[in-house]
C-alpha cells in the first residue's frame, strides 16, 4: 500500500476513485498516516503580486485580458509591498508565502529582477517561498533557485486531453517542459489542477496519470475546485460535490503518497465537515487569507477555530526539506541572458472561449 510506484494507469487510477467510499477514506488514512502526521496542516499565503492583464485564454481564470471580469488590474507589487505582506503572513501563521503573476513566462528584466528580490527576503523571513509566474526556462528557474526559492508552482489543470477543451494558447508539453526545467535546480515541483471545469472523472484519472508518472513526483499538489467567474467561458459550469472532492483527495493520496496535497480554491464552497473529510482522505495543507489570487478564501480566524476544533497543528517552515540558501545578486552565478523562448502557441480555437471574448469587446 505505501509503494511509490511511477507507472500508474488511468484504468488503475480509475479502479481507485470509485472504490465505495468507505474504503476508499480508509486506504486514504492508512497511506496518509504512513507517510505524514495526520494532526499536522501547512497553512500558506498565496500573494498576487502582478493581477490582470493576462494575454492566455484559459477557461477558468478572470485573469484573462480578453474576458470582462471585475478585476482590476495591478502593475508588479514593490518588494516592500511583498516583505510587508510577507510578515503578515507569517504573523498570521503561514509558514510559505506563493507569489503569482498574471504573466505567460517569465522574461529577463528589471521585473524578473525584483521577483528575484522578493524571494531573497521572503526567505531570509524564514518562510517558505513559492512562485507561480507561468513558463520559465532552465536558466531563469537556476537564478530562481539561488535567490532560495523552495516551490515552484506550475499546474497541469486537467488531463492533456481536455485541457484542450479550456486552453487554445498555450500547450501542455510546455507545461511539462517547465516543469523539468525546474527539476534541473533544487526547487521543489507545485503541481496539481483543477477539477469541476465540465471534464469527465477519466480527465481527472488522467491528469493523475500525468503527475504521478513524474520521476520524482511534485513534492506539492494542489486539487482546486473551479470557482465559476462570471465573465469566464465556464460562468455557468456547476460548483463541484464535496463528494468529488473528497474522492480526487483520496485518489491523490493513494496514487502520490509522500506528496503534500493542497486543498485549494474552492473551499468557501465546502462546509467544516466537508473539509474535515479531505483533511480525514489526505490533504495537508491549506491556504489562508481573504483571497486566492482573484477569488474568495475562507477567513482566517475561521481557518484558527477549524484547526482547533479538530485539534490541528500548522505545519512549521522546512519540515519536508532543509531551507535553500540565498545567494546575492551580486554573487549570482546564473546572470540574465536576455532569453526569448518562444512557448507553443497552439492553433486551435476553443467555441466558449471565443463567445466569451465576443462578450466581452461588446461590453466594453
Known sequence: MNELKHNWTKEEILNVYNKPLMELLYEAATVHRLNHDPNTVQVSTLLSIKTGGCSEDCGYCPQAARYHTNVEGN??????????????????GSSR??????????KDGEEFDAVLEMVRIINKLDMEVCCTLGMI????????????????????DS?????????????????????????????????GGIIGMGENIEDRAGMLVALSTLNPQPESTPINALVAVEGTPLEDEKPVSIWDMV??????????????????????QMSREGQTMCFFAGANSIFAGDKLLTTPNPDVNEDLKMFELLGLNPQKSFTKKAQPQTVEANDSEFKSLGEKPKWTRPDHKIDRNELAKKKAKLIK
Open 75 to 92: 502593475d508588479l507589487m514593490s518588494v516592500s509591498q511583498v516583505k510587508a505582506q510577507a510578515l503578515r503572513a507569517k504573523a498570521s
Open 247 to 268: 474522492r480526487m483527495v483520496a485518489t491523490t493520496r493513494i496514487v502520490m503518497p509522500e506528496t503534500q496535497v493542497r486543498l485549494s480554491a474552492g473551499r468557501t
Open 159 to 191: 488531463s492533456e486531453e481536455y485541457y484542450k477543451e479550456v486552453i487554445s494558447t498555450r500547450g501542455y508539453q510546455d507545461r511539462l517542459d517547465t516543469i523539468d526545467n525546474v527539476r534541473k535546480t533544487n526547487v521543489t515541483v507545485c503541481s
Open 97 to 106: 508565502v506563493c507569489m503569482g503573476a498574471a504573466w505567460r513566462n517569465v
Open 137 to 156: 526556462t532552465e536558466n531563469q528557474a537556476q537564478r530562481l533557485a539561488e535567490a532560495g526559492l523552495y516551490a515552484y508552482n506550475h499546474n497541469l
